[in-house]
Every structure is written in C-alpha cells, then in structure tokens.
C-alpha cells in the first residue's frame, strides 16, 4: 500500500516551457513534504520542501505547491532546461525523521 | 568532504552468500538510513537509526540486519542472500533531531546483484 504515490513515470517537455511533476499521498499525518532530483549512478539529491502548514514555497526556478484537501502536491520548474533532466522523487515525513518516497518521475527535457 | 561513503560500490554475490554493505558519513549527523531503489518501486526504506547503539525497522527489513555502532559508522548485513535482493542500496543520513526539515544526505549507492 504506497503512501506516496507518483503516477506518471515519465514527462517530456521543451527546453524552456514549464515541467509539473505530480504527487498524492494518502496519509493525512504527513506534515513536511520534499523533492529531490537523481542523476544516473549517482544519489538522490534535496531540490525542495515544503511545510503542511504552508500551500507553497519558491526557490528560484523551482516552485512546490501542496493542496493538502486533495492530498495532492506538484513540482514546477519554470523555465525547463536540459540539465533539469533527472528523476523526480516526491517524498513524505510524519514524525520529521523517516522519509516516505513515491516511486519516481524521470523528466526528459528536449533542447 | 566526504559526505556519505558507501561501500562496496558493486558487489555479485550467489544465493545463500552473505556480505555486509557499510556506510560512512562525516557530518556527525545522528540519524542514518539504509534504502533499496527498485525500478517501479521508488525507495523504500529498509532499516534506520536515530543514534549510536540504536536501530529501527523500516517499510521492507525482512532478510536484512543492521548495526550502528559507531555514530559515523552504519552497516546493512545480507545473511543468506536472495535474488529479491538485488537491488541499488542507498544510505543516507539526516542531522534532524528537532530540525523537521528531513532532508536526507545520500551516498552514490551500491550495486547488488544475486544470482
């Protein structure tokens, strides 16, 4: 039973336009909510967070927004660029030290 | 800086071998984790520690054993390895205690493969 869901395994976007990743989660306790960003043969990397007492948070290119109602939070990045290209993994903490992970999101984006 | 040290990087083991992956990190965090990357799966956390002499079952522990006996020091041991293990590990670790912001340090992973 996956608390963290992300439905859609890949997204393709051109260089420059607009690339939203998607996440649901079910567990309504969930209270800090992440982004991070993997490369081939290398670690996952923290891109951005997001508090459940907030409903979004900006960080130059990157932009969460969480809609805790539909359970639901997006990642945008605007604008896209070729070295964005990575997968995408949403992520979840109820007690703030055990992080729950979706199964990943990889984002092609085309020069 | 090192940051989060894992090895070996690659490892072929046959079914019923047993092996231990270990993982170093130098940031003096407390908390420390072990994941497994599957494709389709995401991560999924196997066992974690929330300090020195501590351990902690996560979402998929079974056939895994874990000790931290040293803060900076976090080893995941494989007693009769499976092919379901094969798998990417990841270890992380966190400086967390109080700061909620969960965001995990990560090594490069290690390639497990059972055959």
């Known amino acids: 039973d996956q608390q963290v869901k992300q439905n859609s395994p890949s997204l393709s976007v051109q260089e420059g336009r607009i690339s939203i990743l998607n996440c649901d989660y079910t567990n309504s306790m969930f209270d800090y909510f992440l982004w991070y960003k993997k490369y081939p043969a290398e670690g996952p990397t923290f891109l951005i967070s997001?508090?459940?007492?907030?409903d979004k948070n900006e960080d130059g290119r990157f932009t969460v927004f969480l809609n805790k109602s539909a359970k639901h939070l997006s990642l945008h990045i605007v604008p896209s660029q070729p070295g964005d290209s990575a997968v995408y993994f949403c992520?979840?903490?109820?007690?703030?030290?055990?992080?729950?992970f979706g199964s990943g999101t990889r984002l092609l984006v085309r020069p | 800086n090192a940051g989060v040290t894992q090895t070996p990087k690659f490892r072929v083991l046959k079914t019923g071998q047993s092996m231990t992956l270990l993982c170093a990190q130098d940031?003096?965090?407390?908390?420390m984790y072990w994941y497994r990357q599957d494709p389709g799966m995401g991560l999924r956390l196997i066992h974690y520690s929330v300090g020195e002499g501590t351990t902690a079952k996560g979402e998929v522990p079974d056939g895994y054993n874990v000790s931290r006996l040293k803060k900076q020091n976090f080893l995941l041991g494989l007693e009769s390895a499976a092919p379901s293990q094969t798998s990417v590990y990841f270890c992380?670790?966190?400086?967390?205690?109080?700061?909620?912001?969960?965001?995990?340090?990560f090594g490069e992973g290690s390639r497990l493969t059972v055959l």
């Open positions: 992380a670790s966190s400086y967390l205690a109080g700061n909620p912001t969960g965001e995990l340090f």
């Open positions: 997001i508090s459940s007492i907030k």
């Open positions: 940031m003096n965090h407390e908390y």
């Open positions: 992520a979840a903490s109820e007690s703030s030290y055990k992080l729950i």
